[in-house]
């Protein structure tokens, strides 16, 4: 499934939104969101995943050595073993968007 019809939200519209839901003034809802993605990489950097519980959880995936290939110059690389962060949503959250009618509105049709 491609993306493109999708639109993207970025983090300024985010938090517009949070403030507008809950009332509070959009400075004090930067500091927060950023404050939260700090935690989020400073955690993640220490080696500890992340659980939000009815949201998901950030963790570290491990992604095995391996042997690539540098195809312009025709050469092998060893890419060693190495951690990248993912997201894996929860059950709630994955439902959610399973059920979504906006979201199947907005789905290329096969």
Do not use: C, W
Not at 100 to 107: D, T
């Amino acid at each position: 499934m491609t993306q493109q019809n999708f639109k993207t939200v970025t983090k300024a519209e985010v938090i517009t939104k949070i403030s507008e839901k809950t009332g509070i003034q959009k400075d004090d809802v930067t500091q927060t969101v950023e404050a939260f993605f700090r935690v989020v990489k400073d955690s993640m950097a220490e080696g500890e995943n992340i659980y939000v519980r009815g949201f998901g959880s950030f963790i570290n995936k491990k992604r095995a050595k391996k042997i690539a290939r540098n195809i312009s110059k025709n050469t092998a690389i060893v890419i060693d073993e190495h951690y990248v962060p993912a997201f894996k949503p929860s059950k709630t959250f994955i439902e959610k968007i399973k059920n979504s009618q906006s979201v199947k509105e907005l789905a290329p049709q096969d």
